[in-house]
Structures are given as structure tokens and as C-alpha cells.
């Protein structure tokens, strides 16, 4: 999805010829595909067919969530409003800081599809490869701000135990600097890839093969 | 259970009287608040306006949901969007079976905002309130379809263990009659409650007072 | 929430006409059935058809679970002779204290018949009928004394992880103000509820229809 | 196993002198204590009196279980009702299967105390240590019958996921021989040693010394 | 605990008989047989043929982990000098200690081999039976200095969640008086035991007899 | 470790410049720390100093974990052999399937050490880069043939419930085509990781810097 800077992934090796040889793997459902379930792509409306556009000029390509989406316009609008508002709109947080977020709840739940794409986004943005491989591995490893091991906390004790959440985790994120707005922020954005982290695994949805190298070296 | 006659508790004291005046509260937070951050509403839209207005003509008040969401009319609009298309829109599965679904998933998650909610909804769909206690304690309980038992067993293991759905699960759904187009439904539904269980748990979300007595009473 | 002007569902098939009939519901048992185990009725001593009778009175009913106990008078005396110095002997913790652990074990372990007679005493006992439903669902999300919620904070640890319960568990609770027979009465409620919900669980245990509508109103 | 003739521990502080006198243990509390509450004993009710008197002339002591209950003759006679009548009654279960059940049961609990007891029992009643020894360290490792496999395998369930149970766990206990009225039987004393687990784990229960020399060598 | 006078058994089938004659084992695998896969046991290399010459001098016997391993000499070796290394070689921790890691480790795993060998192996250093008995059972039922305990937590955590151990685990050790160096010693000894546990339990290895009745009665 | 083919890392950007303008970096430890214990190195012993030249000669540099035990010959050693033989020995699982295992297992521990070294390990043997990301992430999204499926339930059984494994497990290995010897194998191979990961997770290990971008183009 647009908004990350200098993404661009020209030089994908052929992705068909590779499944061919490559050990461990069967070929019964191709690899083109995104996901366990068919369903029949919709005509784009006009503002997902500009979206999916700018996706293409911005990133080289479409990403397979919102081809999955597809079947369904109203879903898919209403998918890419949601997103876009909370991962792009205003907040306190960092567009990193979300992605941080989003690849450690990922990792909780381990998800193949939202581990690989987050990751790279935590790659992209800071500019640091090994920091997007700890929050895709164990966000603890990682040697962070007080500020932010209190929002990751939170994000994957909210992840983990919902029921358990209190006043005093919330005392904790205050006490990191963060206010009431940046709280709903955290936790919007760790609930919302409770989400899709689901739904990418009840569909068995695969990432564009683009993600995998992308912003592997350092900036 | 009455007491037997040769049980008398003389030295308790007077639990009557302690239980008098609803004593396991303290004062501290007004219960008319909705949820512990403090988010200044901002002015509603005119489609939200009048979409608030809608609730309080059918339903008689305004879900604490959508007032918890109100500091920001993109975000509110966003999460009307996404949630109405999802449990009013069209699908092969029911309103009750929506509701069945998020019920489930929010016993799995002990979320007291969701649980009141969709509980009341299973209720009021039904006509059937003993359905509700039993979405919101154990499904399992439920004497359900054979097609119903595995959309919710789906659901929750979806909730509980997300890494492990695989094809098999999936077959599982086909073999009790559901379309690919059904699993996404059934899948979209669990998802979804998978982030409003955590959003209400991470801001202490306060349910409407009117659900708890909602359709209690056999139609 | 009703629906959003924009939000139709017209190729849905008719949920309500669906909803109609208590859809859900298989007759293959009867729902007069109060377990899953058939066993003959044996003949009530005369202490419990004098007991049987009291609950008759008093309540309009006899709890099923002491008609799943009468296929043996011996088990049937053990247990009413246990439960109800438990539940109604002399104790600091009051009656209403008591109920309050019984439904949060309870609802640890999701046992449908328990979290319905349990949750139903707490309304009752209380007048507080949202507070029966807090502890069925997720007790820390009631506003509880500091008292009241070291003794549930007790219980619930002593259900999921009886091995890790240690002095300091204790010193917290005389630090609220228990005392050591306190500590006991509290242990021995928590314990014996995790005996019934396992022995409901087992044998499928249902629950008298008249407890899910007793207590619904605020007093 | 020895040391290998190249395996030299030259600066290592003497292990031999430091292992000398029971390393381990703190003395702040005395080994006499049978539990953490201090609970004053009650005078014997002359039918617990003439148990007390039992247990010393067939054991050789009094279980300290039966001297935590001591401080009030109702409870502790309520306990010794309902346990004998479990354990020593009339049941197609075995004694030793009874205690072959609290043993395993007691072992998903890990309860110092009821390990200590039942295991001893299970080495007793069966005259196989061994046997005794697997039931207290891992029940799987037993080279049991399908019939008594079959029966552990659903007292460990409903202990760890009582809300689990359902038709077909209950379908095969009936595959393995069982009557209704022996379900019920393994059902209710697996829930009683769930029950007194975490009474004992909340009191810090200690089992008396005789216990762990019991019935080690093979009849 | 006895019968009381009142509680007859006069139905049930004789337990005395039915548990005379080590009712619960099948025959089906000989006990001789050291694990569940059958690989054929190599010529010994002249230091292991001294090494098991050795074993059988000071223990009376070849512990069967190492006859299991002896299918392949270079693993053998690799094996046995790893564990002498670590458990006899020179180090802050003595080896009462170490075994007390082997064997809280081992009960955490539930390893009925490991929790055999080394439950003996801590009985027989110490010369205290019961200490060998609570490590097996609950290492928290254990009265042991800070340092010890200390020690085994932090051997608990690192086998149950060894994602979740941090620089403040660390500290607590460092606090309660270990080196750096004891540090490495403890996480080794308790990683170690993480291995063979489950070496074990894939192979299910059988511990010798001996191990059961060794070192019961207190010094 | 020798014996990967083809790997040179010559052109490593310069750690310490990243760290200076890394997001989310704390400078507190310096990065060149390769764990939390400060052990001091030993004289290398003839027979290490060798295999340390092979390491810098074959891969071009000497991995951190032979580093963190160099403080002691002996361990340093013990711990080569018993590694080189296990994972570079003769075995019918291919050095790619022990990687996988080793990958798998630490998924499942979220072990940062070695899901770095061993997911680059994976892509270096297979030239699948996405395949060591399937294993870092979740093996269940790979499309893997059944032997392999097989191989990597049983590892994961393994590290999560050791206690659970049984006679169906080892034969569901052998109607996947594993002899008794192949289940050792996998057996060792996921065991000596349940060890490793923990080793490294209590001394916070960090992972050689050239492992992050090593093998990440298709072959």
C-alpha cells in the first residue's frame, strides 16, 4: 500500500521458475495464487481501481490482501478505509511505530502472510534490517526505549490475555509518556492485526513474493 | 438451595444487610462513563448524526461503542463501514449466526462489553435467551446443527489458536455445506470480533445499561 | 445497531423467518433431560424428600443437580451435607461473597450449568443484577473493593494454577484483611466449585430453565 | 553416572560437605506444621474421634489432611462422608483405579500433598512401586489396559479443559466397557481430587513423613 | 484413611482381587526393553567399554540412556562427554544442586525417565528423601534458601517460556548471589535437561528398576 | 559452521555506524557484546583454534555461540562434537531437513540466536529464500511433502508437549517412511535445539550481523 518512501522492487526473480526446483515444496496449488478460497475478482469501483493504481506506481504491485478483498467491492472499500485511516491517518505514533506494532502481534499469532509484509514495512521504514527480523522473531531481543517496550507490551499482552488488561497497564503506557489518544492508538492498531492476522490464516492468504527481499540491506 | 434445618450460621455476619446496597461497587468512576480514556467527542458528521439518530429510534440509545469512537468522525465512519457491511450486509449466513459467532468469540476472549452485547443480540434474534447464555458461556453446550457446530468450532479455533487452521479446517466447513464465499463470512466474522474484544478490553469499555435485560423472556 | 441507509442484504435468505424456531436447537434429547448419564432415580430417604420439599417451597423447584445425585442416597447426603455448610455454615465471607467466587470459578471454567445457577444467585443475592453478569463473564471488569477482588484474584489463581499458589499469595490476602479461617473459606469455595463444574462438564449437566430469568431487575 | 577417568572438578567448592545436612531446607517453619493457616483444633466429635482412633490402629497415624479440617467438626465430618463414600463405597471402579485417578489427576496439578498420599496408595493397593511412580510422574508411560487408559485419559481432560468434554469423550468410555453409573464414578472422583488439589495447594498441606517410605519394595 | 463403621462396600467386585496381580500392565513390550525404537547396539569403543565397567562397579548397573545411545559410538561419546562435563565438571554449583535442576526441569516436562533418574540422583546426595520427592512433585512445596530458589525459578521459566527471560531474570539471579559464570551453569544444566527430556519421551526410554527403590530411607 | 557451501560475507556494513542512527536502539550494550554474561575467553585450545580458522576461512567469520562458551576448552569442545556430529554426521535426513527442524523448533521458542542462524541456513541449503521464512514463521504455511510434514509435527509435538508423545506418534513417522533410526534422528536434532534455544534466550545471545542478509536472493 502507498505512503512507505522508495519502495521499489523491479528486479523479482521469476517466481515460477524458482517453485520448480525449489526442495520441500508441492505443487498442487499453484503459487500465483492468494489464497485457499476462490472467489471471483469484482470489477474494481473507481476509487479501488485508482487505489490499486497508485499501489502499482508507488510499490510495483498489488498486495495480495487487497486482491482478496476483491470480490467484493463494499468490502474491500471498507477494508482499505479502515487500514488507511490507521495506519496512515494522523496519530502520535510513528508510521514505524505501527508497523513495530503490527509485526509483533503478528509474530504472536504467527502469521506467514502478515509476519512477511509488516516486516518488511518495519524494514523499509527504519532503515534497519535486523530490527524488522527481531520484531518478526522475539520484539523482546530488541533493545528499545522505555516508550516503546511499553507499547509492545501492552500490544501482545492484549494480544495474549485481553481478559487480563487493566487500569494498571494503562497507568504503565501514561507513565511512558503516552496519552489517553495514543493509547486508543496502540491498541486500535494491535486489535486491527488481531484481525487480519485471522483472516489471513483462515484463508491461507500468501504474500507477494516482492516482500522478501525487500530493504534487506542497510540504509 | 434452601438451607437443610440443621444448618444455621449464628456467628456470620448479617450478609443480607451487606448485600443490601449493591456492595461490590466503589464510586470512584461513574458508571456513566463509558470507557477509561478520556477522549473529547468531536461533532458528529451528518451521516453520523443521523445514523446515531437511526439508533436511537430502533433501539432506544446510542451503543457505547460508537460514542467511544466518536473523538474522530474518520475513524467512526471507518468502523460504522466495516462493521455494517459485515453484520447487516448480504451472506449466506444468517444475522443470528453472525451473532452466534461473535458471541462465541468473545466467551473465548471474557470480554464483558461484547459478551453483553451480542449475547443480547443472539437473544433478541432468536427469541431463544437461553441460545444467548449459552453463545456467551460454553457453545458447546448448545444443541446446535451439525453445519452451526462447525461454523463456530471454526470460529474459536480461529480465536484460540490462528496458527494452526488449515486445509483440513476448511474441509471440515465445506463438508457441512458451506461455499468458499461462506468460510470468508464465517472467517470475516470471527476476525472482526477478534478486535473489538480487544478494543473494548483495552479501554475498559462500558456496555449500555439497556442490554442486560434485553429479551430475556421467551417469545 | 440498525443498519446504515446504505447497507442492504438483499440476497440474504430471511433471518428472522429462520430465526423463527429457536433454529439452533436439535430434539434428538429432550431438554426435560438432566444429564447426559441415564440413571434410575433411587427412593429419597426421608431427609432429603423433607429437603427436596423445602427447595419446592422456597425456590419453586428442586436443583437438577440433586436429582442427578439421587440415583444413590449416600452420595446424595454427602454432598447436601457438604455444600450446604459451605455455602450456608457460619462465615465471614457472606453469602453473596460465597456466590461471587462460585460464578467466577465458574466461569474460568466455562461450565454452562454453574455459571447459570451461580451468576443467577449473585443477581439475587446482590439485587445488583449486572454485577451476576461481571462475574460470568469477567469479574475484573466490576469496580470490586480492594477486599473483594484479592478474594477472586485468589480464586481464579488457585483454579488455572493451583501449583504456584505460595505464602505470598496469602500475605496478600491477610494484607486485605482476611484471616486465616477466611483464607480457608475462600480456598474451600474455589476448590469445591472446581469440583462441580467438572462433575456438570462430565455428565453434561443442564440447568432448571427457571434460573436464566430470576433476578433480571434491579431491585 | 560415574565420572569419566578425563572429567577432573578441582575448583569446584566441596558438593559432598555442602550436601552433607540437607542443603535445602529453611527451618523458619517448623516440619510438624501441617499446613500454612494456623486453624485451632476443635474438640473431636465422639464419631471423628473413633475415625481418628481407626486411622491410627490400620495406618499407624492420622492423614493431616483430616487434622486441617479439625478446627470444626461439620466440615471435617462433611469431608470424611463424602470421601469415604467416594473412595471405599460401592463402585465398579476398583480402589486402586480410584487411586490410580486422584494420582494423575493430582500429577496435571502438580499437589505436593495428594502425590505424596495417592501415590503411596497406588504403590500399596497394586503392590507394583512402579506403577505408582508413573502415575505421580507421567500416566502415559504406563502400559495400561484400553479400559483404564481410556479412563485416565478423561479424568486428565476434565481436569486440564473441563469445558471440552462432551458426547464423544463420554462415547468412549462407553467403547471401553463402562456403564453410565462408572462414568459418573470416574467423573466424580476425578473432580474430588480437583477439588482437594487445590485445597491442599492453597493451605500449603504437608503430607505426614510416613507416606513417602510406603510400599516401595515389590510384593 | 480406614472405612468409618458406616461405610460398607458390599456390591462391589472384590478390588483386593482384581488388584493382586498388576492389573494395569500389559505384556505386549517386554519391560527389558530400554526404548520404543528398536537400533542395534554397536561394539562398544575401548574408553566406553571402561566407562560402562565403570558404571557397573560404582552403580551396580549401565544407566539405560547410555545403553540407548550405543547404537552409534560416535554419539555415544559426544553424549557422555557433554554430560560429565557438565554435571560432574567444576563448577560453583554443586551437584546436589545441579540435579535438583535436572529434576524440577524434568517434572515440568513431565519425563517419567528423567524424573526417575534424577529424583534418585537428588534422594541419594542429599541424603534427604522427601527433598528428592517435592522436586519431582512441586519444587515451590520445597522450604529452600533464596539462592535455591532463585536458581529454580529461573530454571522453570527458561523451560516454560524461554522467550519471555530477560536482563531482570538475570539481575535476580546476580542478586541472590550468583556469578556470571553461575548463571551459564544453571542455564546450561537446565537446557540440557530440556534436550534429554524430550530424547527421552520421543524414544520412550525406560529407566532401570534400580533407580526406583535407591536412597529412600533418610540417612 | 563449516560446511554450508558458497558462503562469504565480505561486504558487512559497519555495525557501529548503524547503531548510531538506528531507531528505537538503546547504546547502553554495545552491539559487538555477543551475550549478557561476561565470561572471559580462554587460550584456545590446538584443536579450536583450528576450527575457529575454518569458520572465518569457509563462512568468514566464527559464529557468536562458539565465542560465548570459549571462556572454558572443555564445554567449548564437548559442544562442538556433539553439534558437528548431529547436524554434519552421517543421518538419512538431509542437512536442509535438520536446518528445517532446527528453524521449526525455534519458531515455536521464539528464539532470536537461532532463528537467524538457522532460517539463513535454510535458505542457504534449500536456495529457497522463502522457505526459511516459512520456517521462521510458521512451517505450516510451507507446502511440504508428507515425509517432511510429518518430520516437522513430530519436532513441534516435541518442543511444545514432550509428555504427550506417544506410539501414534512414532508411527505416524513410520507410515511417512522414517525408519527407527530416522526417528532418533529427528528426535536429537529437535531436542539438542530445546536445549540450544534455551541457552541462548538465558544469556541473551546475539546473533553474528552476516547472517541477515545471507542467501536471500534466489539461486
Request: net charge positive.
Given at each position: 500500500m502507498p505512503k512507505t518512501r522508495k519502495t521499489v522492487a523491479k528486479s523479482r526473480p521469476d517466481p515460477q521458475k524458482r517453485a520448480g526446483r525449489a526442495p520441500g515444496r508441492k505443487t498442487a496449488r499453484r503459487d500465483t495464487?492468494?489464497?485457499?478460497?476462490?472467489?471471483r475478482p469484482a470489477r474494481l469501483s473507481?476509487?479501488?481501481?485508482?487505489?490499486?493504481?497508485?499501489?502499482e506506481e508507488k510499490q510495483g504491485f498489488v498486495p495480495n490482501v487487497l486482491k482478496a478483498f476483491s470480490f467484493d467491492m463494499?468490502?474491500?472499500e471498507a477494508f482499505v478505509a479502515y487500514r488507511n485511516d490507521l495506519m496512515l491517518g494522523g496519530s502520535r505514533l510513528s508510521m514505524l511505530e505501527r508497523e513495530m506494532i503490527?509485526?509483533?502481534?503478528?509474530?504472536q499469532n504467527h502469521c506467514f502472510y502478515c509476519l512477511t509484509v509488516h516486516g518488511a514495512?518495519?524494514?523499509?521504514?527504519?532503515?534497519?534490517?535486523?530490527?524488522g527480523e527481531m520484531m518478526a522473531m522475539n520484539y523482546r531481543a530488541a533493545r528499545l526505549s522505555k516508550r516503546q517496550r511499553a507499547m509492545l507490551d501492552f500490544a501482545i499482552k492484549l494480544?495474549?490475555?485481553p481478559w487480563g488488561i487493566e487500569e494498571s497497564d494503562r497507568a504503565r503506557l501514561r507513565g511512558a509518556g503516552f496519552s489517553d489518544r495514543d493509547i486508543w492508538d496502540?491498541?486500535?492498531v494491535a486489535s486491527f492485526y488481531n484481525m487480519t492476522n485471522r483472516l489471513a490464516s483462515a484463508t491461507d492468504m500468501r504474500p507477494n513474493e516482492e516482500y522478501h527481499g525487500l530493504a534487506r540491506s542497510t540504509k
Open positions: 495464487e492468494i489464497m485457499a478460497l476462490k472467489l473507481p476509487s479501488m481501481a485508482a487505489f490499486f493504481k497508485l499501489c463494499a468490502k474491500l503490527a509485526t509483533a502481534v503478528s509474530a514495512a518495519v524494514r523499509n521504514l527504519s532503515g534497519d534490517p535486523v530490527l494480544t495474549a490475555e496502540i491498541a486500535a
